[in-house]
């Protein structure tokens, strides 16, 4: 039956309508992942000069076996974001008499064929048999063993999270959360030494290569859990039972409840965007560019240039709006026929649009506050570009989302996908970056600094204060080129 699925899939790439640029893409990332892997492999072959550069007078053995741990934690988070879901490729065969572990050994092992299966390989193969394959032979074929035990482990496990996480969101966040931490446990706390608890496993290996068992023992429960989630959890009525008996409104969020319809849009809106991988990229990027400060604002150079204050504050305050609004109609692209009949009032619509960036950037606001730390001024310069992202940012980007009609599929993954990109995307970058400086600069220049930002917030908050005549002449604009944008969204 492999053999079938296989033939099949082959079939189903060559005949489909756009086969031609699939084979161009296809070219182009296997040239891109070939130049990856040729850079890994030499950084494998020096891996044991490397690191005895690094480590003077010391074994290197010894580091060797601590940052291996450290590779397999990053290897998850990679995994986590970039590793797809084969789950697509077995739709046709719910409906027709095909055993259910046949289609689920089947997603199993199509899930093994990916390049981050080979990168273990290709870094530290030579590293095992030129320093640890001379003092022992058995001790290798335990770090062989050790590493694809890992690899597999960490293969299914993301997966597993991964397919959680497109039946609660909120899996993904929790997860991402515990990850943090563990970090934090590491390098920001000191509490444990991720590196001495790998040596303390991987240095045991070379007297006790039977530890090498454990990994491989960790990969089989987690190839079995993921094993029975697939085929309890094959069936889309499978996948939604749970769902159905719990249901109660399209408002599972209470705080939302009070502003009624606008409320639904919003509580459905957050569904798309923690159901979906795109759209939940978009939001975890810009969780993680609420560090963006922690690059900059220690450095002595950037201490006086409250310019690039502004820029950062500008962007943590604002990620969300400008990485997720750009795309903001393209999201609901596969159901925006039926957006278009439906009773749903545009200005609903569009005020679901201002309150979700407005709910996401108050958060994002709240969590740049520990920047106090380096002035309270940056707190200052933080709320300012707080008001004017809310104001103006999120009324340019809804003007902009008016003319972006290419369409997004929210079933691909994030990773290499280029849809919905086009030349809006970079034209409205230049209102977004260059219309606060040109108030910012001249104002400071000739009065201060302080009454420069003042305009800012000023202007922000009118803005604020006119989101009716904005959205009044948004819905004009959009009615005008509704039409478009629907015979865009249509073309796959």
């Known amino acids: 039956m492999t053999s079938t699925f296989i033939s099949h899939e082959l079939k189903s790439f060559w005949r489909a309508k756009n086969t031609g640029k699939n084979i161009a893409v296809r070219v182009v990332m296997g040239l891109l992942i070939l130049y990856l892997f040729i850079n890994i492999a030499v950084v494998g072959f020096f891996l044991d000069k490397v690191l005895e550069e690094i480590y003077k007078n010391q074994d290197v053995l010894a580091p060797f076996c601590g940052i291996l741990l450290m590779y397999y934690f990053v290897d998850l988070l990679l995994r986590l974001q970039l590793q797809e879901l084969p789950t697509l490729k077995v739709q046709p065969y719910l409906h027709l008499p095909v055993k259910r572990n046949t289609l689920v050994k089947y997603l199993s092992a199509a899930s093994m064929l990916s390049f981050f299966n080979l990168w273990p390989y290709l870094l530290f193969s030579f590293f095992i048999f030129k320093v640890i394959l001379p003092d022992s032979g058995l001790a290798a074929l335990a770090f062989f063993v050790a590493i694809t035990g890992f690899a597999i482990f960490n293969n299914y496990l993301a997966l597993y999270i991964k397919r959680r996480s497109n039946l609660n969101g909120w899996i993904f966040l929790a997860v991402s959360a515990v990850l943090i931490l563990i970090n934090a446990g590491d390098f920001l706390w000191h509490i444990y030494s991720i ?16 530890l090498a068992l454990i990994p491989v023992a960790l990969a089989a429960v987690m190839f079995y859990i993921n094993f029975l989630f697939l085929k309890a959890n094959l069936y889309l009525e499978d996948l939604n039972a749970n769902k159905a008996s719990s249901y109660k409104n399209s408002t599972d969020y209470p705080i939302l ?14 569904k798309l965007i923690l159901r979906n991988k795109r759209p939940r990229s978009a939001l975890i990027m810009g969780l993680f560019f609420m560090l963006y400060g922690l690059f900059f604002y220690p450095n002595p150079v ?3 240039n409250e310019g690039f204050k502004i820029f950062c504050g500008m962007f943590m305050t604002g990620i969300f709006i400008i990485n997720y609004g750009q795309f903001m109609f393209s999201w609901q692209a596969s159901h925006f026929d039926g957006i278009l ?12 649009k201002y309150l979700l960036f407005t709910g996401i950037s108050t958060v994002a606001f ?3 506050l520990p920047y106090v730390y380096f002035g309270w001024r940056v707190i200052l310069i933080h709320l300012v570009m707080y008001l004017w992202n809310l104001g103006v940012n999120t009324t340019i980007i809804l003007f902009f989302a008016n ?6 599929d929210l079933s691909k993954g994030a990773s290499f996908n280029w849809e919905g990109v086009g030349a809006t995307q970079f034209l409205v970058s230049i209102p977004l970056l260059v219309t606060p400086f040109v108030l910012y600069a001249p104002i400071k220049y000739f ?22 005549f904005w959205i009044k002449k948004l819905e004009q604009d959009f009615i005008e080129k509704k039409f478009k944008l629907a015979e865009g969204f249509r073309a796959k």
């Open 403 to 408: 003319r972006n009609h290419r369409r997004i």
């Open 195 to 210: 590196k001495d608890i790998s040596y303390s496993f991987f240095g045991k290996m070379m007297t006790t290569p039977a």
């Open 366 to 368: 709240i969590l740049t």
């Open 341 to 352: 009949v439906s009773k749903v009032k545009f200005t609903d619509f569009l005020k679901a």
């Open 447 to 468: 009065v201060n600094s302080n009454v420069a930002l003042g305009v800012l917030a000023t202007v922000g908050v009118i803005c604020i204060a006119l989101r009716p």
């Open 302 to 304: 950037m201490k006086n």
């Open 257 to 270: 409840n009070r502003f009624g319809s606008v409320g639904d849009l919003v509580a459905n809106e957050v």
